[in-house]
Structure formats: structure tokens, C-alpha cells
């Protein structure tokens, strides 16, 4: 049963490694990211209030994001494995996720760190140009990233749940290094 969270910085490989794993597993990728997006354009209401965040690099409230992931893990898909791509992003998040985690009785996730350094991830995002992919709003997420999301590094080493895989190789390359370390 595999149960996997992605943590690193955004453009960091995130969506592509959970997708081509979840795809090669036939589990759920679950992307918090997607998710809003696809709220986004469909105007709902939780949409509408997560244009201004996301639009400006800043996260969206963590209760708004913790909502829509308990929605998420709740389904019945989710029995045999899933990928988390982008959640969480806050040490509050991880503690909800924990509890959440605890009561559906999902145990034994690993959580793999894919480490980037800046240059290349403002590269592939300036490459990549969706519309939260300027230079100044890139900047802004790395600058959130290293307050808010970064201290999950320590929160999960210090629950020995952490990888560290190298994501600055080819996608083939980091997508064997994750295979081999959640093997371990
Ligand atoms: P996300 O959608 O999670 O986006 P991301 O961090 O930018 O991307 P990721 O790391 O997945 O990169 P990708 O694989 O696409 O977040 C967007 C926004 O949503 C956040 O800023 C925030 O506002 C909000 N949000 C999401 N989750 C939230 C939460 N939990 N709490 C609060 N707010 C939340 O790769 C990027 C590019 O690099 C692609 O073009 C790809 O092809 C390329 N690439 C990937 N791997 C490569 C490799 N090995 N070599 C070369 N290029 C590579």
C-alpha cells in the first residue's frame, strides 16, 4: 500500500513525479494545487476565494485547503493508496493531516523532499509560464515556501518519515531515486 506526500519548493517536480507514480501505482494524485485551480475555473465559491492568494504567490488559508483535502481523503478511491502533491504546505497542515490520517486509519505514509535549488525551479516555472508563474510572483512563493512550508523538513525528519531525493536531474532520473528511497 503505498501512501506518499510530496514536500519542495513549487516547480520543485511535485506535480509531475506524483502524477507519472500514481498513474504507474493506479492510485489517486491528489493535488491541492489542481484542486484549486479547477475550482478557479469553475467559480465556485471556494474558487472565487482562492484567486487573490494564489494569483499573488501567497497560500490560501490553511482551514480552506484542510476542508477540501478531508473531502478528498474521505472518498472511497483512497482505500488503497494515494499520492498528496502540495499539501501540506503549513506545520498546521501537517498536524491536521496527522489527525485526519489517524482517524481514517490510513497509517504508514512517507513523505519524500524534493530539493531544487532556486535558480532552476524560477527556470522551469519561467519556461513552464502558467499564470502564477511571473518573476515576481515566483519569488514571492519561494519566499513563503522557505517561511511556512520548509519547516516540514524537520517535522518529518523528526518523525523519521523523510527522503531527500535529488529533483535536479531528469524527470526519469528523480523518478527512480523515489522508487529506490521509499523502498528503503
Ligand atoms: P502547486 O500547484 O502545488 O504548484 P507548484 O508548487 O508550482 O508546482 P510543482 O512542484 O508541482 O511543479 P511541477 O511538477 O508542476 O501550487 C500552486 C498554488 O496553489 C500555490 O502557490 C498556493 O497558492 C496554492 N496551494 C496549493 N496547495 C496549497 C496548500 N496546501 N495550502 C495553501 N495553498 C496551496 O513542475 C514545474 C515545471 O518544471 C513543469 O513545467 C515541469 O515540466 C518542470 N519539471 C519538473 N521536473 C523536472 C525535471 N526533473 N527536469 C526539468 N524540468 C522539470
Not at 478557479?40 to 484567486?51: E, V, Y
Not at 501567497?58 to 472511497?76: K, N, W, Y
Request: charged share 30%; aromatic share 4%.
Amino acid at each position: 500500500m503505498t501512501r506518499l506526500i510530496f514536500l519542495g519548493p513549487p516547480g520543485a517536480g511535485k506535480g509531475t513525479q506524483a502524477k507519472a507514480l500514481a498513474d504507474h501505482w493506479q492510485i489517486p494524485h491528489i493535488s491541492t494545487g489542481d484542486i484549486l485551480r479547477q475550482a478557479l475555473k469553475d467559480q465556485t465559491p471556494l474558487g472565487i476565494k482562492a484567486k487573490g492568494y494564489m494569483d499573488r504567490g501567497e497560500l490560501v488559508p490553511d482551514q480552506l485547503v484542510q476542508d477540501m483535502v478531508e473531502e478528498r481523503l474521505t472518498q472511497a478511491d483512497t482505500k488503497h493508496g494515494w499520492i498528496l502533491d502540495g499539501f501540506p504546505r503549513t506545520v498546521q497542515q501537517a498536524g491536521f493531516l496527522e489527525a485526519l490520517l489517524d482517524r481514517l486509519d490510513h497509517h504508514g505514509e512517507k513523505v519524500v523532499n524534493l530539493d531544487v535549488p532556486d535558480e532552476i525551479v524560477i527556470g522551469r516555472l519561467l519556461e513552464r509560464g502558467r499564470k502564477d508563474d511571473t518573476e515576481s510572483v515566483i519569488r514571492r512563493r519561494l519566499e513563503v515556501y522557505r517561511e511556512e512550508t520548509a519547516p516540514l523538513i524537520d517535522y518529518y525528519t523528526g518523525k523519521q518519515q523523510l527522503v531527500i531525493v535529488n529533483g535536479n536531474q531528469s524527470l526519469e532520473e528523480v523518478t527512480v531515486e523515489i522508487g529506490q528511497a521509499i523502498s528503503c
